[in-house]
């Protein structure tokens, strides 16, 4: 049995959606399509402003993708200590940063040829 394929927009509308539910900061998402040398084909990043709020973020992502697309993350590292969590979706990755960590390691400015949309807070 073929695993089924998940709509990229799909996935980034829940991901997003999960952020949201539990006030991620500072959502933006590249678009790597165009860039050769990608490995996927966005990253979506954001902050928490504590090891918590990132856990609850990168556990708010999994329950929404995985109650409304039936999908689950290929791999999750950095949950043990929360400060950077990285959840791979294959053709999307998730950052979750606590702000200082995500100001210190700027991972947007690696990607700079990537158009960056950032989501504005619905809070």
Known sequence: MAKKTIDNDALLANIIAGIEEVKG???EILDLR???SAVCDYYVIC???SNTQVNAIVNSIQKTVSKELKDKPWHVEGSSNAEWVLMDYVHIVVHVFQKQIREYYNIESLWGDAKITTIANKY
């Open 25 to 27: 900061n500072d959502i």
């Open 34 to 36: 165009e860039i050769d």
């Open 47 to 49: 902050n928490g402003n």
